[in-house]
């Protein structure tokens, strides 16, 4: 097969996944073999520390329909680097991403696929519910989705990483500069003609999640602080909130004095300080944090450091 003639490439994040990886290859292999297209798939170790990249070792040297592409990272340098290589080493007119666990599933690929042929540039897949989390899960990724969602200027709600991008899409991604880069963010901020598909997540088969609720609070607040500058928007609201407050505060207090009924208030005192004293608090660290940001950014560090490749005859820049 040639490599310059590439169709479809997907795109498979996975990290310590020896269990179901190979499963998934033939799922999705499986939901290819009807189309008339010359595929690859593209996984990408994300320095798992089973034996994940052994498993993509030895699929690489079945050879199945398609062709097959493995990279392994030094060490785990997250999701978001991952997809991205995924896109640097892709040679496919289309590039459909997708989670290495069966959640997103592989017969939903042929959609994707006809909304392309349909012209739409972008096709996301949309979850049409949430599948099985605590209430807490549901609330925060609720805020989470409304503040995505007024950044990109679209619904965001209950978009998934699985998505189909047009290869203009995907070099217009690979020309912005920003090292902390939100992939499911960023490809639906491009704009361009856009379209979804809803799918039922799936149970997985094998393993549990490697998302834990530590996790998953670290991956929220590193991609909105990574993507945009809401959260310092946060402060001034508390400002002009606590502002009010203190009007309204010294009114009373005011009312009281010329009544003659004024109180020491040494608990009001106390109150109002460590109200004042945690916003200052909060808005310290808030800033602190997108200054950390901004620190990574001027190092201008790789996103990613390849240790291995497999299958792929063309070097491709990762930075």
């Known amino acids: 097969m040639n490599m310059n003639n590439i169709d479809l490439s997907i795109i498979i994040p996975v990290y310590n ?5 190979e499963n998934t290859v033939i799922e999705v292999e499986c939901a290819l073999k009807p189309l008339d297209y010359a595929y690859e798939i593209i996984l990408v170790d994300d320095g798992s520390k089973d034996d994940t990249w052994k498993t993509i070792e030895r699929i690489e040297k079945m050879k199945r329909g398609g062709i097959f592409k493995g990279i392994l990272f030094s060490r785990n340098f997250g999701k978001e680097a991952a997809l991205l290589a995924g ?11 997708m989670d290495s666990d069966l959640q997103h599933p592989p017969e ?3 959609e994707f696929i006809t909304e392309w042929e349909n012209g739409y540039k972008i096709v996301e897949g949309v979850k049409k519910s949430r599948g099985n989390e605590t209430l807490i899960h549901h609330v ?22 699985f998505k189909l991008l047009d ?5 217009v991604i690979l020309k912005m500069p920003e090292k902390q880069m939100f992939y499911r963010a960023i490809s ?3 704009g361009f003609k856009s379209t979804t598909v809803k799918f039922e997540v799936q149970k997985r088969t094998y393993g549990e999640s490697k998302w834990t609720a530590v996790k998953l609070t670290q991956y929220a607040i590193r991609n909105i602080t990574s993507f945009t500058s809401a959260p310092l928007q946060v402060i001034t609201v508390l400002g002009g909130l606590f502002f009010l407050l203190a009007i309204f505060v010294g009114i009373f207090a005011m009312i009281k004095w010329v009544n003659g009924s004024a109180v020491e208030g040494f608990t009001t005192v106390i109150l109002l300080q460590l ?8 808005a310290m660290g808030l800033i602190g944090y997108y200054i950390s940001k901004l620190s990574d950014e001027i190092r201008n560090r790789p996103r990613y450091i390849v240790e291995k490749e497999i299958g792929i005859d063309e070097k491709t820049e990762n930075d």
Request: glycine share 8%.
């Open 87 to 97: 896109l640097a080493y892709s040679k496919g007119r289309a590039v459909i991403t």
């Open 17 to 21: 996944e020896e269990d179901i990886i």
């Open 188 to 190: 639906a901020w491009v």
């Open 108 to 110: 939903k690929i042929p």
């Open 275 to 282: 109200i004042y004293g945690s916003i200052t608090m909060f």
């Open 167 to 171: 290869r203009e899409i995907v070099d």
């Open 140 to 161: 925060f990724a609720g805020v989470f989705y409304k503040i995505l969602s007024r950044s990109v200027g679209k619904d965001m709600d209950n978009t998934s990483d």
